[in-house]
């Protein structure tokens, strides 16, 4: 099975994704939601957390994790990748969704001003700022922190016309600072609940991209290339949601993110 995770619900928006371009494979979902929310956690710290959530998923059988969680991508992938799994485990892969939406940003080649949308905590990272310049360092990345969306989002008042007006804020202060761009990156797996108010609060020429399509057609092209890894993977087309903290409300509000019924159970990392 392939494993997901992220520290709340945000990363159902990509799983979603991932099921509907490779819906033969079994799935299974974690979220910790018991620590969520990781972006004003330290680097350390944030590290700790994912990698207790990627051994879980390992334990449980799991080959191959995404780390469908923009902080965790951001602070903790690359030392897993190289200083964790060579020594522990070497067969494993885990992967995250910072560097997909770099690759098809600087793979247009027609970007040349971007924005970017995005929570405090992956802003101060600039992560996606380093892995940009890295591939293309003539492109104009302007970041914008938005703290008030993801709790209106997990309130589920993203059909509140106060949101459509905090929308309107926060890209009017990007645009103020960058000017005319060419692409919106909503580098948060919460925003695509917005998509539809972000997208009519924006010039039709600019493109507007969110992570779930593009992060579900990279591990396409990962299996293809990889077969080994592919062949590892259980294809009984079943989907597994686990939580940390265990709510009435949770599986009403991941159905939100999933689109789609959520039977959630509860675990523990400890």
């Not at 057609?217 to 259980?234: G, N, V």
Request: proline share 5%; net charge positive; hydrophobic share 40%.
């Amino acid at each position: 099975m392939i494993g997901f995770f992220d520290s709340g619900f945000g990363g159902l928006t990509v799983l979603r994704r991932a099921v509907e371009a490779l819906p033969h494979y079994d799935y299974v979902y974690l979220g910790d939601n018991a620590r969520a929310p990781y972006g004003s956690r330290s680097q350390g710290v944030v590290y700790r957390f994912t990698l207790e959530a990627v051994e879980y998923l390992f334990r449980r059988g799991c080959p191959l994790v995404v780390i469908a969680c923009n902080t965790s991508s951001a602070k903790a992938l690359r030392r897993i990748q190289q200083e964790y799994l060579p020594g522990s485990f070497p067969d494993r892969r885990v992967l995250g969704v910072v560097r997909p939406l770099v690759e098809e940003v600087t793979e247009r080649k027609t970007f040349r001003t971007v924005g970017l949308l995005a929570t405090e905590g992956v802003v101060a990272s600039k992560a996606y700022l380093r892995e940009i310049e890295k591939l293309d360092p003539t492109i104009r990345v302007f970041q914008k922190a938005c703290p008030l969306l993801v709790p209106i989002i997990e309130a589920g008042e993203q059909d509140w016309e106060g949101a459509e007006m905090i929308v309107r804020k926060y890209l009017g202060e990007l645009t103020a600072e960058a000017g005319a761009i060419d692409a919106l990156l909503l580098a948060c797996t919460h925003y695509p609940i917005l998509y539809e108010t972000i997208r009519r609060n924006l010039p039709a020429r600019v493109e507007l991209l969110e992570q779930g399509p593009i992060v579900a057609a990279r591990l396409a092209d990962y299996l293809r290339r990889h077969p080994e890894m592919e062949r590892r993977l259980s294809r009984g087309g079943t989907r597994e949601f686990l939580t940390t903290d265990l709510t009435e409300r949770f599986d009403r509000l991941a159905r939100t993110f999933f689109g789609g019924p959520v039977r959630s159970r509860i675990v523990s990392l400890g």
